[in-house]
């Protein structure tokens, strides 16, 4: 079955620094892999997908994920981080076949330090 | 577009009452979802509809659980009775197609307290 595993629950970085959220997923076939941020109160917002092609892909508001097969994970970066980036953010496989049906993890909550 | 809308955005009920949440999904989206989050459990998808027929609601935990879809632009999901562990926020999201590469549109959510 496929899961989704966000090793982190709570990561703490100071404003200007880089970032590096951790997802690992579980799929037999190639996955389609997502990056949604949620702010307090609101609901969630996609950052970027990937589904096939180049295994780098850019998102909004400056962020990035790298797909590798190999460590079967998918994370999430950006190389500078602003006190708006405060969220929880959280990856999400497609469970597959045409269903739209999305695995989410654990969600990892990101605090900025000033 | 507006989004997609949920209302109530809050409710507070007590126990035994009946809750209904409403969703008005995306124009044009023929995919729409409910999900449930609480801290225990993270994100659950309860059911979702394709051209307003359920098609997986093998996330409804329980009978008092039922959801709905009379027409593309509007769908309910009731809670009867309501019980304090249905405390969470429930969302609704819609998608255009069920493709697995189909971005997921989440409404802001409605936060239920059932005391």
């Known amino acids: 079955a496929q899961s989704v595993t966000q090793p982190d629950i709570h990561i703490t970085v100071s404003e200007g620094a880089s970032l590096e959220l951790r997802c690992n997923y579980s799929?037999?076939?190639?996955?389609?892999l997502f990056w949604y941020v949620q702010s307090p109160g609101q609901g969630l917002q996609l950052l970027l997908k990937?589904?096939?092609?180049?295994?780098l892909v850019q998102g909004i508001k400056g962020f990035e994920a790298e797909f590798k097969r190999s460590q079967s994970s998918f994370n999430l970066r950006k190389p500078s981080v602003h006190w708006s980036d405060a969220a929880e953010y959280f990856c999400?496989?497609?469970?597959?076949?045409?269903?739209?049906?999305?695995?989410f993890g654990q969600g990892t909550t990101l605090q900025v330090k000033p | 577009d507006a989004g997609v809308i949920q209302s109530p955005r809050h409710e507070v009920t007590e126990m035994g009452q009946e809750v209904t949440l409403r969703c008005k999904p995306i124009s044009g989206h023929d995919y729409l979802f409910w999900y449930r989050q609480t801290m225990m459990r993270g994100l659950e998808l309860l059911i979702y509809f394709n051209n307003n027929v359920p098609i997986d609601d093998s996330g409804m935990p329980e009978d008092r659980f039922s959801a709905k879809m009379p027409n593309a632009s509007f769908s309910t999901l009731k809670i009867q009775p309501s019980e304090p562990r249905d405390s969470a926020v429930y969302f609704c999201?819609?998608?255009?197609?069920?493709?697995?590469?189909?971005?997921?549109?989440f409404g802001p959510g409605t936060r239920l307290l059932v005391l």
């Open positions: 799929y037999g076939a190639t996955p389609y």
């Open positions: 999400a496989v497609g469970a597959g076949g045409n269903t739209g049906k999305l695995i």
């Open positions: 990937y589904f096939s092609g180049d295994t």
């Open positions: 999201a819609s998608s255009r197609t069920g493709g697995g590469q189909e971005t997921q549109y």
